[in-house]
Nanobody
């Protein structure tokens, strides 16, 4: 499975962005897809995850009201909609996927075998 993240850019605080994670290769093996982000000088943190087939979702506790994860299985793409962007949202956003049919441990990087290259989101104040 290969993952390609896109949609990042420079946006003003209060604006919105939609990130995309396009999967290719053995996409039928995917069970879950997640977004993580890494701010400058900080560790990579979980943002949201979605069950590829059933659509169940999970969000980080801190920002669940501003983030929406959803998928378009016909396009093999998972999206992350971010609203009311804040300067603290500035980070490289990574998508990750995994074939294991386990809906737990979603916030751990080790729960995902496949990673995309990341897309940079910069929010100006």
């Amino acid at each position: 499975v290969q993952l390609q993240a896109s949609g990042g850019g420079l946006v003003q605080a209060g604006g919105s962005l939609r990130l995309a994670c396009a999967a290719s290769g053995r996409t039928r093996s995917i069970y879950k897809v997640a977004w993580f982000r890494q701010a400058p000088g900080k560790e990579r943190d979980f943002v949201a995850a979605i069950n590829w087939g059933g659509g169940d979702t999970e969000y980080a506790d801190s920002e669940k009201d501003r983030f929406t994860i959803y998928r378009d299985t016909a396009k093999n793409t998972v999206f992350l909609q971010i609203d009311s962007l804040k300067p603290d949202d500035t980070a490289v956003y990574y998508c990750a996927a995994d074939p294991r049919a386990v809906w737990s441990g979603l916030k751990k990087e080790l729960s995902y075998d496949y990673w995309g290259q990341g897309t940079l989101v910069t929010v100006s104040s």
